[in-house]
T-cell receptor
Framework: DGGITQSPKYLFRKEGQNVTLSCEQN?????MYWYRQDPGQGLRLIYY???????QKGDIAEGYSVSREKKESFPLTVTSAQKNPTAFYLC?????????????FGPGTRLTVL | QQQVKQSPQSLIVQKGGISIINCAYE??????FPWYQQFPGKGPALLIA?????SEKKEGRFTISFNKSAKQFSLHIMDSQPGDSATYFC??????????FGTGTRLLVSP
């Protein structure tokens, strides 16, 4: 089955620790995105990557880092510099030359920082 | 300018009724307006989308109404069913670049 996999579904970390969220897709999509979702707020773009080894900051990139070493993988690291990391994190992808009407979302990872 | 304002925050509709969710925007450069449906613990899924050159788009029980002069668009869910209970997000983008999302509406359809 083609799709986007995010793991783990739930993640707990102590304050001050870095944590890496996994996003893998087997859709052969070129563009990948990370969003953050908080209660009562829409999705906010953290980082995105349109090709391997290249990525751009979104609207709320501070305290986050990403890498795109492989087309199918776009991990997100939540660093200790992120002041309020507890949130629901969503990964998404779009095929080459595609548009947002073709954007697929993963199932999300709920991160709780204790 | 980049915001999309969505209302209401929550909505309760009886089974068989019409659910209406509204969104408004300021940036006239927006040219793509999708609606997403999200169930608890899941990622959003594209429900229906519209371009500003049409005033209405219908897919099954879901209809988008678009008012370009008022810079507003809305989602209508006809014959609402309990399975429609979810959070709905409107969004907007310019030339299919990054999406700006509304704050979401939690819809509950009572049996």
């Amino acid at each position: 089955d083609g799709g986007i996999t995010q793991s783990p579904k739930y993640l707990f970390r102590k304050e001050g620790q870095n944590v890496t969220l996994s996003c893998e897709q087997n859709l052969n999509h070129d563009a990948m995105y990370w969003y953050r979702q908080d209660p009562g707020q829409g999705l906010r773009l953290i980082y995105y990557s349109q090709i391997v080894n290249d990525f751009q900051k979104g609207d709320i990139a501070e305290g986050y880092s990403v890498s795109r070493e492989k087309k199918e993988s776009f991990p997100l690291t939540v660093t200790s510099a992120q002041k309020n990391p507890t949130a629901f994190y969503l990964c998404a992808s779009i095929p080459a030359g595609g548009a947002f009407n073709e954007q697929f979302f993963g199932p999300g990872t709920r991160l709780t920082v204790l | 300018q980049q915001q999309v304002k969505q209302s209401p925050q929550s909505l309760i509709v009886q089974k068989g009724g019409i659910s209406i969710i509204n969104c408004a925007y300021e940036n006239t450069a927006f040219d793509y307006f999708p609606w997403y449906q999200q169930f608890p613990g899941k990622g959003p899924a594209l429900l229906i989308a519209i371009r500003p050159d049409v005033s209405e788009k219908k897919e099954g029980r879901f209809t988008i109404s678009f008012n370009k002069s008022a810079k507003q668009f809305s989602l209508h869910i006809m014959d609402s069913q309990p399975g429609d209970s979810a959070t709905y997000f409107c969004a907007a983008s310019i030339s299919f670049q990054k999406l700006v999302f509304g704050t979401g509406t939690r819809l509950l359809v009572s049996p």
